[in-house]
């Protein structure tokens, strides 16, 4: 859920959104937390927090999509690293960094430099090329970086599981008994039940997980 709080734009550096993302093999969000008193220490007026359990991976982020949703004129996204906004192929990553440039925004991440006001204040064509050039480049270098850790971490999951398969040590992973419980409640004993989407965003998991959860159970107010 976003979070957002009053304040007076004109007294502060400017407007940050910051996203805070944590995979679903990830046990929570808190420890990019940081961010939010690192941002209003530094002077950035919080416009919005926007915390949420998926994989970057995904393209269909609700929380994600909310802050591109509302973002405005000059507003900063920040988040910890490049691979908290997007662990995705390269193209779908551009097109998802574009949607945020389109608003007018600019990223504060590390690893990633916005020369945009520099451009913005060259007047020497050749400069300017150079400037942007550089630009596009470290942003690819980010999201191919970004996309190539998850790639490998698939990879060395995938050769430890069929390792522990060999050696007869795999058994999966264990259900999480306690938020299966939770989902349940949410879905199946409440009046009226909430969504998928309504649940996922209130026990911080991922609609996909809440999908999987009902069909485990076979039950039937679970099955839309």
């Not at 259900?175 to 939770?182: I, M, Q, T």
């Not at 309504?198 to 039950?219: G, N």
């Amino acid at each position: 859920m976003a979070e957002v709080r009053e304040g007076h734009r004109l007294e502060t550096k400017g407007a940050v959104r910051i996203y805070i993302r944590a995979s679903t093999e990830e046990q929570s969000v808190e420890r990019q937390e940081h961010l939010v008193d690192d941002a209003r220490r530094q002077g950035y007026y919080i416009a919005g927090i926007y915390r949420e359990k998926n994989s970057g991976a995904v393209e269909n982020r609700p929380e994600l999509q909310r802050l591109i949703d509302e973002l405005q004129q000059g507003d900063i996204v920040i988040a910890e690293k490049m691979d908290r906004i997007s662990r995705l192929p390269l193209p779908e990553a551009e097109k998802l960094i574009e949607k945020i440039k389109q608003k007018g925004a600019k990223l504060m991440i590390p690893g990633v430099v916005d020369f945009s006001d520099v451009i913005a204040k060259t007047d020497d064509g050749i400069s300017r090329i150079i400037l942007e050039t550089m630009q596009t480049v470290l942003l690819k270098l980010s999201l191919q970086m970004a996309r190539d850790d998850y790639e490998l971490r698939r990879k060395r999951q995938k050769e430890g599981i069929a390792l522990a398969r060999e050696n007869g040590k795999y058994h999966g992973r264990r259900p999480d008994d306690k938020l299966h419980e939770k989902i349940l409640e949410c879905r199946c004993r409440r009046t009226p039940p909430l969504s998928i989407t309504e649940t996922a965003k209130l026990l911080a998991t991922s609609p996909s997980t809440v999908s999987r959860v009902c069909r485990k159970y076979r039950i039937d107010c679970c099955s839309n």
